[in-house]
């Protein structure tokens, strides 16, 4: 059974991004196609930086186009860390695509207030 899964840590901190949220789109087929992306979820990362069940699993992991957004001003702000106004990053959106439906795809973030970067994990 497939599932799509993702995991922040703040690096600036060295700890996971507890209580960042985060939203999950799905996306037109084409990256030139007309039509909105249609905003699945919005979560709260948990303590360990994840959220607590899968984003979408079984029959809901179908293939196609997604983003995840994730809030990482406002959680490097809840931080009290100082940032600039306008902050430097303010939402991070990572676009990727699902193909097969039956594998796992794990999508984390690694974050500061000033870089990111993010693989496909496992």
Do not use: Q
Request: hydrophobic share 45%.
């Amino acid at each position: 059974m497939g599932k799509l899964t993702t995991h922040v840590l703040d690096t600036m901190h060295g700890s996971p991004a507890a209580g960042m949220t985060v939203r999950l789109y799905r996306l037109p087929a084409e990256p030139a196609a007309s039509g909105p992306a249609v905003c699945l979820m919005t979560l709260v990362l948990n303590a360990d930086g994840r959220a607590d069940a899968p984003l979408l699993e079984g029959e809901a992991l179908v293939a196609g186009r997604y983003r995840l957004v994730f809030a990482v001003a406002a959680y490097f702000k809840s931080r009290a860390v100082a940032l600039p106004e306008p902050a430097f990053l303010d939402e991070v959106p990572i676009d990727f695509g699902i193909a097969d439906p039956t594998a796992h795809y794990h999508v984390p973030l690694l974050a500061t207030p000033w870089s990111y970067s993010t693989y496909r994990g496992s």
